[in-house]
């Protein structure tokens, strides 16, 4: 299914030869129309890769013919040269499907610095055009891994007869605005591009936004979404937006669940927020509290990591009037001790922190994972 | 030495009962006068501990005739009866030394969100007033530690005779404004308020505040200056100023070279910058990275995530206009790849990491960790 689901699209996934291992390292997505219009968010990282300076560029068009995917290399960092390359990339797969190199998005991922093998990348280009199938979508969703121990996939369908599929890899580096991650999504409804836009940013915002893995905010990221118009129907903007942003959080809850070196996916949620700025302020600085983080691991409650975090951010609220939850057991009242820490039960993998800043009605919630002696041995012990 | 190198303190540390395992577990230090100046900078925690609300009040008064310090519970989060716990404390020293409560600073270490055992506390404040001692500093500085391995002290003397000294705890929970510790600095300088006050915010800006073990910000730091002038002396103030930054540089040193489960202390410099704000905020992006943490530990000098974290800032700087050095080798040039990273040798716990924005002729240095399974074991295993 993935990117293959809805009508109008075909993909496929190779090994070019990029990975040293030979896994699959390319992934090609065609949208065959009738509509080529196209929306996508990128990293807001200001060191941004050469794939990413070029597919800002495609998307100014409007117009996305395919988007070509590859992993063993994220082409960031690479000056001028690698700007060159990803220009090439898209020249290449313009050449083998006749159409123009203006409407061809890049995206990379992999180790940043280092120049990719064009050869490789050139050659397999041409395999994956040859084989692009309507059936190819798992196999783009697997050739564009690292270190994903699963490839992710989602799709929405809509009883009006269109649907929203899309796929996703990102395992570290994750990390708001965006998280390090590639995105494609298709559809087969027929949206112009200012609509997708407008779907896509408010999917997001919500989602890929709002998880945190480890702090580390990614030099490659983008989230693509094409539409084919194939289905023939225009939606409905409010259930396409919803079908969209459905994907989204479908697809970001994998992420979280296949982080790198991560044993615990925590659901932090904050309340009783002042605004809904506050309380993505307060969630992302108790996602990215390195001490909590350990706590959770340990499955320790300790909810006084979670009150120091609170404490470094300009949210609205009143030290002694905070209340924190951990898996429903409300183990901090009014900003001292609450029910016993004993009742807390922490040995699944999902963990669930509420924190109420009892300042107002709003509120969001924000994915993270724990930090655990295999996170540090994953990006420790070789490059990554 | 310690906090008793300069004339007119007397300290002492002794194990009250604080602590399950018998260790020493309070401190108390005593200025013996003439002049009772003190000043103190307090962690910008939100979220402050009942012993940081009691010793703010205290400065308010300018004067401080002695100091109380427990490990073994940080009396964070533990309500108005936790406030209450440190009123009682400052009064039973209060008493004991013949002084006025409100003259006591407190301050406190250990487990958020645990009420202090006040039998021992108070039983504790008698026994630390017996054992006072105008060489009791070194045992004053091991009385306060929780997890450091080793107590840190630091003096300087001034040829116009009069003496810094300070001792210090910290090792996890380390970050900017301030780091988890608690310092208390001496002088027997003849000094006002005032002018302890600008000395020690000075020293502090550039010396504990740029320190970052962890990211993590506590509820329980304080920085203590307090001024017997037992000397005689008046001196220059320039001249005390640079001591006084002198024996916080030390000890920020010590505390990154103790913190927890570290394996290399990271010296990262950041050059070039348009302001020192910018260089300042640049230095705590690199340092927060946990995968750039990480990839210190495992000795790789990838300098890809040191740029990747300094495009999270908002810093002035051109991303092809950015230069990297590890341990002196420029492994990033122009934005991308510079000399062979196979130069970089890493196998020292000293790691230097050079940021040169190209932007200005502005600088700041921060001292980080690495991030490493000892940390992550040390930090889950059990409450801290």
Redesign the interface.
């Known amino acids: 299914m993935s990117v293959t689901a809805a009508q109008g699209f075909t993909a496929s996934g190779v090994a070019a030869g990029i990975k040293e291992n030979g896994n699959p390292d390319l992934a090609l997505v065609v949208n065959t129309g009738p509509s080529l219009a196209a929306a996508a968010v990128f990293t807001s990282?200001?060191?941004?890769a050469a794939p990413v300076l070029w597919s800002e560029q495609v998307l100014k068009g409007g117009q996305v013919s395919a988007v070509v995917l590859n992993s063993g290399g994220?082409n960031?960092?690479?000056?001028p040269l690698?700007f060159q390359d990803a220009h090439a990339t898209a020249e290449k797969t313009a050449e083998v499907l006749g159409h123009s190199a203006g409407e061809i998005a890049i995206a990379s991922t992999g180790?940043?610095?280092?120049?990719l093998p064009m050869d490789a990348v050139l050659s397999g280009v041409g395999k994956a055009a040859e084989a692009l199938s309507p059936h190819g979508g798992e196999k783009a969703a697997i050739a564009i891994k690292t270190t994903d121990t699963v490839h992710k996939t989602a799709v929405a369908q809509s009883p009006a007869g269109w649907t929203v599929g899309g796929m996703a890899k990102g395992a570290?580096?994750l990390a708001p605005?965006l998280a390090t991650m590639l995105v494609v999504l298709t559809t087969d409804a027929d949206v112009d591009g200012p609509g997708l836009d407008t779907a896509l940013r408010a999917a997001t915002r919500t989602t890929f936004d709002r998880i945190d893995s480890?702090?580390?905010?990614?030099?490659n990221d983008m989230v693509l979404l094409m539409a084919s118009g194939a289905s023939g129907v225009a939606p409905d903007a409010a259930e396409f937006a919803e079908a969209v942003r459905e994907v989204c959080a479908d697809l970001a809850r994998q992420l979280i669940g296949d982080a790198e070196g991560a044993s615990k996916d925590i659901r932090i949620e904050v309340v009783g927020a002042a605004t809904e700025d506050d309380a993505v302020e307060v969630g992302r600085s108790i996602a990215?509290?390195?001490?909590l983080k350990?706590?959770v691991?340990?499955e320790?409650p300790?909810?006084?990591?979670v009150?120091?975090?609170?404490?470094?951010?300009s949210a609205a609220?009143e030290?002694?009037q905070?209340n924190v939850a951990i898996n429903d057991v409300w183990v901090?009242k009014?900003?001292?001790?609450g029910e016993d820490r004993e009742l807390v039960d922490m040995r699944y993998r999902e963990v669930r922190i509420t924190a109420d800043l009892a300042a107002g009605s709003e509120s969001a919630v924000i994915w993270a994972n724990d930090?655990?002696?295999d996170?540090?041995?994953?990006?420790?012990?070789?490059?990554s």
């Open positions: 990282n200001r060191v941004k994220a960031a960092c690479t000056g690698g180790l940043i610095g280092l120049r570290g580096m605005g480890d702090g580390c905010m990614s030099t990215r509290n390195n001490l350990c706590a691991h340990g320790d300790n909810w006084g990591r009150l120091s975090a609170i404490g470094t951010t609220f030290p002694d905070l901090c009014n900003g001292s001790v930090l655990t002696a996170y540090v041995h994953e990006n420790s012990a070789y490059s």
